[in-house]
């Protein structure tokens, strides 16, 4: 069984997050414990679980990249599976960067429940860092079966805002852009944003998110 880290709200949840790590960061990262926070201020139940190579770092076993993205899906469904038994009503999967590719792409198969409503991306990695000119990884957005929502610094480096708007995504995948933020939706000193008030725009657009899905 999958060992969660939970986060949750102290009324009875609107809907749970099934929420993976980035490539290089753990569940318990200081981004993941302030978004875990905020989502449950807004009344979602945060759900963490890490992938088998993260996990193994906190043995004392050897700092292992990550797989390809693709190798991770099965480790995904195998936690959707546990926490479906774990919670109840509404379900969303989603993730940071990598977790959140993962999660479009567990969507594009045929074995997602019927309780898993949406999938929930903060900071997608659209191309590589830096590099525009690299192929997209587009394909997971487009092959999803259920409706996206993806949180995005406006100057991500792996996918900014300028770059976006170049680019035309399908009717179901929806992007909500976060103030001057960078990949871990951090502005600049000189921003007016905070990266506090933005995880907290997030986290609000995931509940207006939730709201739609379960109308």
Same mark, same amino acid.
């Given at each position: 069984m999958?060992?969660?880290?939970?986060?949750?709200?102290?009324?009875?949840?609107?809907?749970?997050?099934?929420?993976?790590?980035?490539?290089?960061?753990?569940?318990?990262?200081a981004f993941m414990n302030k978004l875990a926070a905020a989502l449950s201020s807004q009344g979602i139940a945060a759900a963490r679980f890490e992938f088998a190579y993260m996990a193994g770092r906190r043995t004392g076993g050897p700092k292992k990249p990550p797989p390809r993205a693709d190798k991770l899906i099965a480790e995904f469904q195998t936690a959707l599976q546990s926490v479906l038994s774990q919670s109840d009503g509404p379900l969303l999967i989603g993730g940071k960067s990598m977790g959140g590719r993962v999660a479009?792409?567990?969507a594009g198969g045929g074995s997602l429940p019927g309780r898993a409503?949406?999938?929930?991306?903060?900071?997608?990695?659209?191309?590589?860092?830096?590099?525009? +000119? &690299?192929?997209?990884?587009?394909?997971? !957005? %487009? +092959? &999803?079966?259920?409706?996206?929502?993806? !949180? %995005?610094?406006?100057r991500d480096p792996f996918g900014s805002k300028a770059e976006l708007d170049e680019v035309t995504l399908p009717a179901h995948v929806s992007?909500?852009?976060?103030?001057?933020?960078?990949?871990?939706?951090?502005?600049?000193g000189k921003s007016p944003a905070t990266l506090d008030g933005n995880i907290k725009l997030a986290a609000e657009a995931v509940r207006a998110f939730v709201d739609r899905l379960t109308s």
């Open positions: 999958t060992d969660f880290l939970w986060t949750r709200p102290e009324t009875p949840p609107v809907a749970t997050l099934l929420l993976a790590h980035g490539a290089g960061a753990a569940m318990d990262s479009a792409m567990l409503k949406g999938v929930a991306c903060f900071g997608y990695p659209f191309h590589p860092t830096g590099k525009a +000119d &690299a192929e997209w990884r587009l394909q997971p !957005l %487009q +092959d &999803a079966k259920r409706p996206v929502l993806v !949180l %995005q610094g406006d992007l909500t852009y976060l103030e001057d933020g960078n990949h871990d939706f951090g502005p600049r």
